[in-house]
């Protein structure tokens, strides 16, 4: 699988467990830490928690493991590190507060699930 289908991968499974607000940020041409960033938001911490499971068990499940995971504690932001993609299920009101993708506007964006094309 490359980085760009397990980006959008982790977006399809985001919608499983009804997140919203999915953001792929291709960062390819920006940095060589990381290929995609995804950005999703739930509506509450049991969601922030549900989904991000729902991500690393399904794809554990497929061979694919998570290199690192943090912020399952705190359920207020989640990042799941594959490597070369980096996902982060956000709180809604902590989504805000950080605007990741503020702080990567210059990426290409494509949206996934509802209202989904391509931003730039």
Request: net charge negative; proline share 2%; aromatic share 8%.
């Amino acid at each position: 699988m490359t980085p760009q289908q397990l980006a959008e991968r982790t977006g399809a499974l985001a919608l499983d467990k009804k997140a919203h607000d999915i953001l792929l940020l291709d960062l390819r041409k920006l940095t060589t830490a990381v290929d995609w960033f995804v950005i999703l938001s739930a509506d509450s911490e049991p969601q922030v928690l549900a989904v991000a499971d729902h991500i690393v068990n399904t794809l554990s499940a497929e061979g694919l493991r998570a290199w690192h995971v943090e912020g399952q504690e705190s359920r207020k932001w989640v990042l799941i590190d594959y490597v070369d993609v980096v996902v982060h299920v956000f709180y809604s009101k902590t989504r805000e507060f950080y605007s990741l993708e503020t702080l990567w506007g210059d990426a290409p964006m494509m949206r996934i699930g509802e209202g989904a094309q391509k931003s730039r």
